[in-house]
């Protein structure tokens, strides 16, 4: 097969065989924009070479031709120090990974070719500067050696030249460099063929380096893909004041805005740019200075975007004034730029309603939800830098991204504070509220990467000044500490000291024009999972079409009722837990009329106590002392039941309907709750829809003994008030045994809906319980045992499997029964669609995915 391509060669529909970036340069070509020649070894060759695992080239591999048709191409020749060509050796995968993978640039480089360079153009000054660029990154990514010693010797001498910025080194300068590079390495080897072969398998090999995997892992990309290799004669940014480099975007990435936006370095190369060096210019001023130039870039974008049809993320660089393109791709975008974006082009009638909704990322759409700054709040600023991904957000300072991690798995929220970021900061990033950085502009990697995760980020705040080695953060006067507590606003670009308040951006018209297409599409309803009445009217303001779970356990956290709770689970008789039930039943019954009233006219589902009574049973000396006192009995009393309740296996233990099965007056104590509620919502002229549900079943044996002792305890409740509602019962499935037996289920008298609990079911299905499965879930997704979290997102082999063939059973024996399902996943659009897929009726998911699941079932059904 094929393995080489020239750019003549490919197009845009071939990313999976030359990589998106190859694949685009092909595309950019055909379209005779001014792309460098080049030729794209392919994605399947990377995985003869993971195959064949000899370390070296795959056998079959030869581009001997290709490499002739870029000399032909650009009349230079490899390795000849009279007119050498230097290339780069560019990685990219069919989905694009910014920064993940390696390239290496200026490869073909050697002491003799180094003078030859500077003969034919005169410019040593860009003939060292070109070398130790080389050099550096050669021994960087194709042999493995620390950058730090390398940017240590160049950091030394600015230092010994009193100069801060790059653009002031002298030739000389950087000659000497490029001496005390080649004694940090004086293993990079001289023959540029060797150097193409390396950095060839330096690429290959970049496939599978950990931030690649990490960073596949996070965004679902298979490791089965490969990178392709692009090999591209340079074009040279570094030259003198009449060239540069520059990123750019068809509208901007942060804020959706229909106006060209990019930034730009006058006489650098185009790593600088990424890597935040020099904190970039905006393209304003490039436009002012070299106005054909602009004009030419600009008509390029535009051409770009409209073929495309979507907002193009650029790179370019200009050589001697004359502009070269060397990326075109998808822009990365904020939840904000990717709402806007999709208003406008349906505005602009470039889009249907349909195809707009579907390049909404659901998963994102939550920023919405977070909050922004409160403009009225008190504040105080502290630094200013760029806007880099909107958002706002509150937490205490780390310097680490292993810092930033450690402290957000207890809990704590964080602003990651750096110079600048890298791909290894990820995982950091990942942990973090917030990103601050000093260096780097809009298009740096801390920027992009922040704003595809959503996730807020000011970067080139060059007022402030991070101290690593002290972990101090200075801004003028104001010395910072680790653990500090900053607010960043990265849609201004502003850090204020301390916590400042926030408000949610929901009412942004274009995040509701978007959920309008949503709700316009789908077949699924968007229930909540809410217990209190807070909960139920924030969901409500968010779409929500009723409570498809209120977990009753819930309602006695506070500190108050817990005392009640845990005297009812230490009674030692039917007399006694009856007197304790009574005072819960008032609290229930309020909470329910409160939950009834905020989501008036839309269904109610209580589900009967589900407790873990380890949660709720008191474990120190002081809590069983007070609870000794509360209920009037010696502490040895208590000290025995709460030993008497202990659990070997609370996941497994005495819960749901089989608290119900003992203490049949819990059960009838709820459903009166409820049927009481109910009737003082109604007297009140309200339509209260409650229903009722009962959990882990495992058989409808137990069904038909419960059920209608709720019907009974119902029916007797509201005669005594003289109201008539409503109440359906139904359960919830959430075992194995349930959805093996989900016909016999949903035949029971008196089920007229069923709800799968899918936490517990994964749980079940897989034996795996939440809270300890943390200690080895993490091993299994790295050692590739699992693509993701099965609590998280639909197993859909297992779980799914599981819940499918029970829907079977259902539907055919019962196909009036209303289906939902309650748990994480609701509110997860991948599984969303499965449950969109499977037909099911609706999905219940927390307050706050509400807007996600319905922009995620609209997209299911478009
Ligand atoms: P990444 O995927 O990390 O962006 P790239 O392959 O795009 O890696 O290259 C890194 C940087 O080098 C980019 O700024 C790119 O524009 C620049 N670059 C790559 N190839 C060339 C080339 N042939 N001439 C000039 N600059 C190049
Ligand atoms: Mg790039
Ligand atoms: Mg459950």
Not at 6 to 21: F, H, I, P
Not at 66 to 92: H, I, Q
Not at 251 to 277: C, H, W
Not at 496 to 508: I, K, N, P, Q, W
């Amino acid at each position: 097969s094929k393995r080489v391509y020239l750019l003549n060669e490919g197009n845009k529909d071939m990313k999976m065989l030359l990589g998106g970036k190859g694949a685009n340069l092909c595309e950019m070509a055909k379209l005779t924009l001014p792309v460098p020649p080049a030729f794209i070894i392919t994605t399947e060759t990377c995985l003869e070479y993971f195959k064949e695992g000899t370390g070296d080239l795959p056998k079959a591999l030869d581009y001997s031709d290709a490499l002739k048709a870029l000399e032909e191409d650009t009349g230079k020749k490899f390795g000849d120090p009279k007119k050498p060509l230097l290339v780069s050796v560019r990685s990219g995968a069919p989905a694009s990974m910014p920064g993940m993978m390696d390239t290496v640039l200026n490869l073909g480089l050697n002491d003799e070719i180094v003078q030859g360079i500077i003969e034919t153009t005169g410019n040593e000054r860009f003939a060292y500067d070109t070398y130790r660029r080389f050099l550096n990154m050669y021994s960087d990514v194709v042999m493995g050696l620390e950058k730090e010693p390398f940017e240590e010797v160049i950091t030394e001498m600015k230092k010994k030249k009193g100069i801060k910025l790059d653009v002031e080194m002298q030739a000389a300068d950087w000659k000497e460099v490029v001496e005390e590079f080649k004694k940090l390495n004086p293993n990079v080897p001289d023959d540029p063929r060797e150097q193409l072969r390396g950095a060839i398998l330096a690429v290959f090999r970049s496939w599978n380096n950990d931030r690649a995997i990490r960073y596949r892992s996070y965004n679902g990309i298979p490791d089965e893909w490969g990178t392709a290799v692009s090999v591209q004669a340079m074009a040279y940014g570094n030259m003198n004041d009449g060239c540069g480099t520059g990123v750019a975007f068809s509208r901007n990435p942060s804020t959706g805005e229909n106006k060209f936006f990019g930034e730009f370095l006058p006489n650098a190369a185009g790593e600088d740019v990424v890597a935040g060096i020099r904190t970039p210019q905006p393209l304003e001023e490039m436009a002012a200075k070299w106005p054909e130039v602009y004009d030419e870039l600009f008509k390029y974008q535009d051409k770009l975007e409209n073929y495309y049809g979507d907002m193009q993320d650029i790179e370019f660089t200009v050589e001697d004034g004359r502009l070269y393109m060397l990326q075109c791709r998808n822009g990365k975008r904020t939840a904000k730029a990717s709402v806007k974006i999709a208003v406008d082009m349906v505005k602009e009638g470039t889009l249907s309603e349909r195809d707009a909704l579907l390049r909404i990322p659901a998963n994102q759409m939550d920023f919405f939800l977070h909050p922004t700054l409160d403009p009225s709040a008190e504040k105080t600023l502290i630094a200013e830098g760029l806007p880099a991904s909107p958002g706002a957000a509150t937490g205490k300072i780390v310097f680490t991204p292993d810092d930033a991690e450690a402290m957000a798995n207890v809990g704590e929220d964080v602003i990651l504070v750096r110079k600048e970021t890298t791909p290894e900061d990820i995982h950091g990033m990942k942990s973090a509220q917030g990103v601050l950085t000093s260096l780097g502009g809009m298009t740096s990697h801390a920027a992009v990467v922040a704003r595809g995760m959503g996730k807020c980020c000011v970067s080139g705040c060059t007022a402030a000044e991070v101290d690593l080695s002290q972990k101090t953060l200075t801004l003028g006067d104001r010395v910072l500490n680790e653990h500090d507590v900053i607010t960043v606003d990265g849609s201004t670009g502003e850090v204020y000291l301390g916590t400042v308040d926030r408000r949610s951006a929901a009412e942004d018209e274009d995040f509701q024009t978007v959920l309008k297409w949503a709700d316009d599409l789908r077949k699924l309803k968007v229930l909540t999972n809410a217990d209190t009445p807070d909960q139920a009217t924030t969901a409500r303001n968010l779409g929500s079409e009723g409570i498809g779970l209120c977990r009753t356990e819930h309602m006695f956290f506070d500190p108050e009722r817990i005392s009640v709770m845990r005297a009812m689970i230490v009674s030692e008789g039917r007399e006694e837990r009856i007197q304790h039930l009574n005072k819960m039943a008032e609290f229930q019954r309020e909470d329910v009329a409160a939950l009834l009233k905020a989501m008036d006219g839309l269904p109610v589902t209580i589900r009967l106590l589900d407790p873990p009574l380890h949660e709720f049973l008191p474990h120190s000396k002081e809590d069983m002392q007070a609870l000794a006192d509360t209920v009037g009995k010696p502490l040895s009393v208590i000290e025995d039941r709460v030993a008497q309740l202990q659990e070997v296996n609370p996941m497994l233990g005495f819960r749901g309907c089989r608290l119900s099965v003992v203490y049949p007056e819990i059960t009838e104590m709820q459903a009166k709750a409820v049927a009481a509620g109910a009737a003082e919502c109604k007297k009140a002229g309200l339509d209260p829809r409650p229903e009722i549900m009962v959990p882990v079943v495992s058989t409808a044996r137990e069904l038909k003994l419960i059920v209608p002792r709720i019907e009974e305890a119902v029916r007797e409740e509201l005669a005594e008030t003289g109201q008539q509602v409503k109440i359906p019962v139904g359960t919830m499935i959430e075992l194995p045994r349930a959805c093996q037996t989900a016909d016999e289920i949903v035949e029971t008298d008196g089920v007229s809906f069923v709800s799968f609990g899918t936490n517990d079911l994964t749980q079940s299905v897989w034996g795996f319980s939440r809270d300890d499965a943390i200690k080895f879930i993490g091993r299994y997704s790295e050692q590739g045992l699992l693509d993701f979290d099965p609590f998280a997102r639909i197993d859909e082999d297992g779980v799914g499997g599981l819940v499918s063939s029970a829907l079977a059973k259902a539907r055919e024996a019962a196909p009036e029964t209303k289906v939902g399902i309650c748990g994480e996943h609701g509110g997860e659009p991948q599984s969303v669609k499965f449950f969109h897929d499977q037909s099911f009726d609706y999905v219940s998911c927390s307050p706050f995915r509400v807007p996600i699941a319905r922009i995620a079932a609209g997209q299911a059904a478009a």
